[in-house]
């Protein structure tokens, strides 16, 4: 089941280790088969608050996957470019099982 890594920013300071930091992640997501999905962009926020510095999604196969990324030395090492100029709050989550799934289905599980 697809699993995802979701970040709902609240403040980046851009600058040379964001700036690192960008041009190094791909290669940490690659043997994960991670890929964003969303990175940024237009958005309205519709009810309730969320960070101005928009959201980020990251798909992997499966959780395990997200979950081997997020600790993988490779990760890690460029994991302080970012937590040094960007405040967000990070989840690793699953996705719904499959094609098909309804909203009632979550009273099955």
């Known amino acids: 089941m697809t699993a995802y890594a979701i970040a709902q920013v609240h ?6 280790d964001i700036v ?3 041009e190094r992640i ?3 997501l690659d043997p994960f088969g991670g890929r964003f999905i969303v990175h940024g962009g237009a958005y309205e926020t ?6 101005t510095g928009g959201t980020i999604v990251i798909a992997f196969p499966d959780f395990e996957r997200a979950r081997a990324w997020w600790d993988s030395p490779a990760y890690q090492e460029i ?3 970012r937590t040094r100029h960007m405040v967000a709050d990070i989840i690793l989550i699953d996705g719904v099982p499959g094609d098909g799934y ?3 289905d979550s009273l099955k599980y």
């Open 11 to 16: 403040s980046v300071e851009f600058g040379p």
């Open 20 to 22: 690192e930091y960008l």
């Open 26 to 28: 791909d290669a940490t």
């Open 46 to 51: 519709v009810e309730g608050r969320w960070g």
């Open 79 to 81: 994991l302080p470019l």
């Open 102 to 104: 309804r909203g009632a």
